[in-house]
Every structure is written in C-alpha cells, then in structure tokens.
C-alpha cells in the first residue's frame, strides 16, 4: 500500500484523541474507535502515530486493528454498509442478505464501489440479535432484513446522496 502523508491537523486530532484517554496504552480500543469514527479508517501512518502517543509498539497496534473486524485500514464509502454476521443473524438469512449486496453492489467484503458511495464488511454480533439479521448502514440499524429489502436500502442511500 502506498504511503500517505498525515496532515498536521489529523497528527493534531490523533494527539488530542490519545490525550482525553490519558496516553493511556489500556484505552488503545477506545482510541482506536475514536480516531476511527473521526478519520472513517485506520491507515498504518494513523496507527504510528497511535502507537507513539499510547507508548506502545507499532505491532500491537496493528495487532488489534487486524483482530477486531469493526476496525479498517482501509477507506470507507461514504456509506459503509456491514452485515451483521454472528450466530442469530446468521441463522436467520444473513449470508444471503450479504450475498445480495454483493450481486446489487458487484463488490466483495471489504471493498470500496467505484463511485466511492458504499463500501461492504462483515461484523460480529452488534448486540440487536432480537432484530436478526442486521445491517448497519453507518450507524443507522436495519433488523429483520430479507434480500428483497436490500435494493431498497442502497436506494434510499443513492437518493440521500445528491450532491451534483
Ligand atoms: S448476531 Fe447479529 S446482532 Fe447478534
């Protein structure tokens, strides 16, 4: 992956971030959330920075992002669409929910839509099993989702996104 070069002012944002949570290296999944909800991904060059305000190693850093699947490094879409694949979801129709946006979207999990509109992941368990199976389309929730609804759903987001 190619390099990128941080602007002073997110250098300035990790650092405040890191600073609320005392540089403390015990708060590293909060930080990480933080910078995350504020930056949309976690890019090595963000998780230097991290690791240097926490006093930790770079490794460890990249050790959580990489184990954790609501953590990215990579750039989301304007929408990030995650489908909720843990066990209640599961049984109850996620793959094929996942498998839906996949054929509407032509992308893979993980992957951004040329337009940059919407991007796919899967998460774990988001704690709303009584509404299985969940897709979160940024932090708005939708339960009992079928494959049908799924078309609806990226409609209504290409509608929200009127911006030309
Ligand atoms: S398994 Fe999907 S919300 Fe719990």
């Keep these: 992956m190619p390099k990128i070069k941080l602007a002073e002012k997110t250098i300035e944002l990790i650092k405040e971030i890191c600073a609320s949570f005392d540089n403390k290296e015990g708060e590293l999944i909060n930080v ?23 006093n930790m190693s770079v490794a460890k850093v990249y050790g959580v992002v990489t184990f954790y699947s609501f953590f990215t490094m990579k750039p989301q879409g304007e929408f990030p ?18 498998s839906e946006f996949k054929r509407q979207l032509k992308i893979e999990v993980g992957q951004t839509t040329a337009d940059g509109k919407f991007s796919l992941s899967s998460l774990r368990c988001v704690g709303a099993c009584g509404l299985a199976p969940v897709v979160m389309v940024g932090e708005k929730v939708f339960g009992r989702v079928t494959s049908p609804q799924v078309l609806k759903i990226i409609e209504e987001y290409k509608e929200v996104n009127v911006e030309e």
């Design 32 to 54: 990480l959330h933080q910078v995350q909800s504020k930056l949309g991904y976690l890019p090595a060059e963000v998780q230097e920075v991290i690791a240097r305000e926490l």
């Design 81 to 98: 669409i995650s489908i909720c694949m843990g066990t209640a979801c599961y049984v109850r129709g996620a793959e094929q929910v996942l």
